[in-house]
């Protein structure tokens, strides 16, 4: 797959450039945005595995960006990474679909371990997807096999029947 894309959408500039220059150093490709808006725009046009969101953001909620991607793109990992420490709303969060709540000031040996195992989800989930895919695809042509294979057999059976007996010949058909 090559380097892992991350989105890291915060609206504090230092917290943007802190985590993009570590994510780098650790070898993926990142790109940032300042709002909910600004990161439905890069997600549409920089297709990122994984998004780190913020929740409190000027304009769109994070809740509702993280809304928003899981609709456009369920296959993209996301990872909220606020100031906000209440469990109901990490719980809200979980609930739509995010993988992970990290709560600031973030522990970077912690956010690579989420970022990693968020990753390894998307991967797997993708694979299972494809698996699903290849045999769903099996399932329908062994079905056209059989469906052939069966009307066939009653082709045949039809015909010897027809040989048997003169009486019944024209009859089936």
Not at 35 to 51: F, Y
Not at 86 to 106: C, E, H, S
Request: hydrophobic share 40%.
């Amino acid at each position: 797959m090559g380097k892992a894309k991350v989105l890291v959408v915060d609206d504090e500039p230092q917290v943007r450039e802190v985590l993009s220059r570590y994510l780098l150093s650790q070898g993926y490709e990142c790109s940032t945005a300042h709002d909910g808006t600004s990161a439905l725009r890069a997600a549409e046009t920089e297709q990122p595995h994984i998004v780190l969101l913020d929740i409190s953001m000027p304009g769109k909620s994070g809740i509702d960006v993280l809304k928003e991607l899981q609709a456009r793109y369920p296959d993209t990992a996301v990872v909220m990474v606020t100031a906000i420490a209440d469990i109901n709303v990490a719980i809200d969060a979980m609930r739509n679909g995010a993988y992970d709540y990290l709560v600031k000031p973030i522990d970077l040996n912690m956010l690579l371990i989420s970022v990693e195992r968020a990753l390894e989800r998307r991967r797997l989930l993708l694979e299972n997807k494809e698996y699903q895919l290849h045999l769903e695809k099996k399932v329908e042509e062994q079905t056209n096999q059989i469906r052939l294979t069966f009307l066939g057999t009653i082709s045949a059976l039809v015909q010897a029947l027809e040989t048997k007996d003169a009486y019944t010949r024209g009859i089936q058909k």
